[in-house]
T-cell receptor
C-alpha cells in the first residue's frame, strides 16, 4: 500500500471548516484513499473513501487532486466532538479483506 | 450499518494471568478479522490476522504463543493475552470487513488492558 504523509497537528475554530491534507504521491491506479478518525480511547471510525472523483457523505467531503497524488478531507462545520486523530490511508478497496496500515495521522483540535 | 463489537472495553489483571478479549461482527459474517495494538501516543500497529477455521497469521515480532487467537465462527474472534506482564498493557483493537463489499473496515471499541 502506498505511504501517506499528513501534518502532525491542526487547530480549527468551532463552526468553521476543517481542511485536512494528505499526500500520497506513490498511489497506484487501483488504490483508494480512505479516511478514518480516532477519538481518544476509542476504535477508529470510518469517514469516507474515494478513488478519483470527489466524494461527499453526511460526515465529510473528500477532494482528490486530478493526479491523485494528494487529497483533502473537509469537515464543513467542525464541532468540539470532531477533535480526534485523522488517518489518511491508501489501499485497494475490493477483493479479500486486507489490513489497514496506519501512519501517524493528524491530531485535529477543534477550539471553542 | 455494520458494527463490530469488542468486549470488554477495559480490564485490569495481575501479572502472570491471562485475559481474553472478544471481537464480534454483528451484522455480517467475517472470515477474516484483524487485531491491532496501540501504545500511548502511538498509532495502531497490526498484530495478527485472524482467519476463520485456520491458524492466525502473526506480524513479525508478535509472539503467537503469547497472543492466542481463535476464530471459531464467522462472527467471533478472540485474542487471549497469556501470562500477561506490565509491558503488555496497551489498547487492543479488532476490525473486520463485510465480505460482500470489502470496502470499509469496521473497528471495535477497543480494549484497554492494564497489567499490574
Amino acid at each position: 500500500d502506498a505511504k501517506t504523509t499528513q501534518p502532525p497537528s491542526m487547530d480549527c475554530a468551532e463552526g468553521r471548516a476543517a481542511n485536512l491534507p494528505c499526500n500520497h504521491s506513490t498511489i497506484s491506479g487501483n488504490e483508494y484513499v480512505y479516511w478514518y478518525r480516532q477519538i481518544h480511547s476509542q476504535g477508529p471510525q470510518y469517514i469516507i473513501h474515494g478513488l478519483k472523483n470527489n466524494e461527499t457523505n453526511e460526515m465529510a467531503s473528500l477532494i482528490i487532486t486530478e493526479d491523485r497524488k494528494s487529497s483533502t478531507l473537509i469537515l464543513p462545520h467542525a464541532t468540539l466532538r470532531d477533535t480526534a486523530v485523522y488517518y489518511c490511508i491508501v489501499r485497494v478497496a475490493s477483493g479479500s479483506a486486507r489490513q489497514l496500515t496506519f501512519g501517524s495521522g493528524t491530531q485535529l483540535t477543534v477550539l471553542p | 450499518g455494520a458494527v463490530v463489537s469488542q468486549h470488554p472495553s477495559w480490564v485490569i489483571c495481575k501479572s502472570g494471568t491471562s485475559v481474553k478479549i472478544e471481537c464480534r461482527s454483528l451484522d455480517f459474517q467475517a472470515t477474516t478479522m484483524f487485531w491491532y495494538r496501540q501504545f500511548p501516543k502511538q498509532s495502531l500497529m497490526l498484530m495478527a490476522t485472524s482467519n476463520e477455521g485456520s491458524k492466525a497469521t502473526y506480524e513479525q515480532g508478535v509472539e503467537k504463543d503469547k497472543f492466542l487467537i481463535n476464530h471459531a465462527s464467522l462472527t467471533l474472534s478472540t485474542l487471549t493475552v497469556t501470562s500477561a506482564h506490565p509491558e503488555d498493557s496497551s489498547f487492543y483493537i479488532c476490525s473486520a470487513e463485510n465480505p460482500g463489499t470489502n470496502t470499509e473496515a469496521f473497528f471495535g471499541q477497543g480494549t484497554r488492558l492494564t497489567v499490574v
